[in-house]
């Protein structure tokens, strides 16, 4: 991933959120223009900043890197709201998914 394309993850990502890049940076408690530095593409974050902004975006860090993915917010959400079920819940999700692409 570049520079661009993180600073362009970065955005859209935020702007799903509803927010912008001066709030976010504010709420995260740095420079008013620091998200805004690495949209432009003139700065990456560091390590414990980028930690910050995913849990600010309420992603993984692991989730901010699927290129290509460009989830809907409601599928990332959905998404991180599985981490927190049991397997049996797991399951049951996963068979309803399945019987419903059988209708």
């Known amino acids: 991933m570049t520079i661009e394309e ?6 859209r990502l935020r702007e799903n959120k509803g927010v912008s890049a001066r709030q976010m940076s504010l ?5 008013k223009n620091y998200i805004n530095s690495i949209e432009s593409g003139r700065n990456y974050p560091n390590m414990a ?4 902004i995913c849990q600010y975006l309420n992603i993984s860090p692991q989730l901010f890197f699927q ?3 460009n989830f809907p917010m409601e599928q990332t959400e ?3 709201a ?9 399951h049951l999700l ?4 399945c019987d419903m692409q059988e209708e």
Do not use: M, V
């Open 49 to 52: 900043h980028f930690f910050e």
């Open 6 to 11: 993180f600073g362009l993850r970065l955005a």
């Open 78 to 80: 959905f998404i991180q």
């Open 27 to 31: 709420e995260i408690g740095l420079n």
């Open 94 to 97: 996963y068979l309803l998914a």
């Open 82 to 90: 599985l981490r927190d079920l049991s397997p049996q819940k797991i």
């Open 67 to 69: 290129l290509g993915r």
